[in-house]
């Protein structure tokens, strides 16, 4: 995450981490779980489990059973029943969009990777700012990678860093002069402007884009390239995977919730070429679409304002408006830092949901550019999950008016909470096959408490230009 620094006495952790990366290398390495039984037969009772909770689910909330104990709870005034009767049929859309998902998801495939014979030009982009020691070990991650070195150029450029983060870059750089090339702007400028100086200067007909605080596979770059062999395709997002794992309770909980939004999710939107965001982390462009759109990206401003952060959904955004396609290439794999404090995480989520805000918008102005199948799918989808914003906040309202004379209405919302997260933990474990999904429940009751103030702040300071980093 560019111009998120680790601190000094947090390099030993990752050093640890990095050694210990080849564990998120599939289902059958991962902590906890006899490698034995990782196969079809648990694979069928994965997916029976969340097919069979789905139709539960919609039976149950059909019929009321499910939410009968807090509809009752909520026949105290008119105005608390339509709440709950809108909230209800909120509920089943969505189970049933859930149910279409996982059709979506379990169809998917990642597509295949290059080989060396066929694989195109490719440059990767590593922009940094006052990122330390970190940035060589994503440098040294990248030159290390399978990619023929007679198609590979790396542009690592420090963006006016105040810290030691140019002579890590110089000395990651002077190993492979032949391959590295190094720029450093005198003064800070932004991640977008530091990302632009390396579209501008690369040479691929691919360029990939790396996050400073990340390292990347052996494979991922081969597997990125893999896409572009159809014409069509203008992006390619890269799978992100928390890095700093065992840094703390937050990263691990971030670990399961990374699965579910970076993997589950894109999946499912790939399926429909339409993939919203490809993360700083790892992302893939074909250079000529980037030039069709660099001085627009590079310009972009909402509300009068500049863009300084969410280049990364809004490159997608202007990618997407030239009639592009944007997948997702589950064989990409990054690794990167994660907030481990609650500041910090707030910090994060703060510019994810501004970018968020804005970037809906604009992805609005350009869905009806879209073939007709990705375009009803995605207008489904942004009805479906950005109404759950103004129900979310009007039931949170509901529930604590309720609490006060009928406490127990707490317990009911809690064991609707767990019920639907340990459903969305049968994805994670269809995925990893690790006991950490139940820091994915943890993770459930955790944002519900302790974040749902971040969006309705984020709208109110939509307009704002600070990066916040952590």
């Given amino acids: ?5 680790i601190d000094s006495d947090n390099n030993t952790q990752v050093a640890r981490t990095l050694a210990q990366s080849d564990e998120t290398s599939g289902p059958a390495d991962s902590p906890g779980f006899n490698p034995s039984i990782s196969g079809r037969f648990t694979d069928r009772v994965i997916y029976g489990s969340i097919l069979v909770s789905l139709f539960a689910i919609s039976f149950c909330g059909i019929s009321g059973g499910m939410f009968q104990p807090i509809v009752e ?22 189970t049933a969009f859930l149910l279409f998902r996982t059709v979506l998801w379990l169809i998917y495939r990642p597509f295949p990777s290059a080989t060396p014979a066929n694989a195109p030009s490719l440059t990767v982009i590593i922009p940094a700012y006052n990122e330390g020691a970190m940035v060589k070990q994503a440098i040294n991650s990248v030159l290390s990678a399978s990619y023929p070195r007679e198609k590979l150029e790396v542009l690592a450029i420090d ?7 140019w002579s890590h870059i110089r000395e990651a750089a002077s190993k492979h002069p032949h391959l590295v090339t190094t ?3 005198p003064e800070n400028r932004g991640k977008r402007a530091a990302l632009g100086e390396g579209f501008r200067k690369a040479r691929g007909e691919v360029v990939v884009t790396v996050d400073s605080d990340s390292v990347i596979d052996s494979n991922t770059l081969l597997a990125v390239a893999g896409p572009f062999r159809d014409p069509r395709v203008g992006a390619v997002a890269g799978k992100v995977i928390v890095l700093n794992r065992d840094q703390g309770i937050i990263p691990k909980m971030l670990k399961v919730q990374f699965i579910l939004a970076f993997d589950m999710l894109r999946a499912v939107q790939s399926t429909y070429s339409t993939v919203y965001c490809c993360p700083g982390a790892l992302s893939a462009y074909r250079s000529s679409a980037v030039r069709l759109v660099l001085s627009r990206w590079l310009n972009q401003t909402f509300l009068g304002v500049p863009c300084t952060y969410g280049e990364d959904r809004s490159l997608t955004n202007f990618v997407l408006s030239e009639g592009f396609d944007t997948v997702y290439q589950r064989t990409a794999r990054v690794h990167t830092i994660v907030p481990w404090t609650y500041e910090k995480l707030c910090k994060m989520y703060l510019r994810w949901n501004r970018s968020y805000i804005r970037e809906t918008i604009h992805f609005w102005k350009i869905i009806w550019k879209r073939p007709l199948w990705p375009r009803a799918i995605s207008l489904i989808d942004l009805l479906i999950t950005n109404i759950r914003y103004p129900i979310s906040y009007l039931n ?10 009928r406490p127990t209405t707490v317990i009911n919302l809690f064991s609707v909470i767990g019920l639907f997260s340990a459903l969305n933990m049968a994805y994670y474990l269809r995925s990893e096959r690790s006991w950490d999904f139940l820091y994915g429940i943890l993770y459930s009751y955790f944002s ?3 974040l749902f103030w971040i969006f309705p702040y984020a709208f109110i300071t939509v307009r704002a230009k600070s990066w916040m980093t952590r």
């Fill in 448 to 450: 519900f408490l302790a």
């Fill in 183 to 185: 720029v450093r702007f």
């Fill in 159 to 165: 963006d006016g860093s105040k810290d030691n983060t």
């Fill in 1 to 5: 995450m560019y111009n998120d620094r």
């Fill in 396 to 405: 949170l309202a509901l529930f604590v008016t309720l609490s006060i004379n």
């Fill in 73 to 94: 709870a909520a026949q105290v005034s008119r105005w608390s029943r339509l709440v709950m009767s809108i909230s209800i049929l909120w509920a089943l859309m969505g």
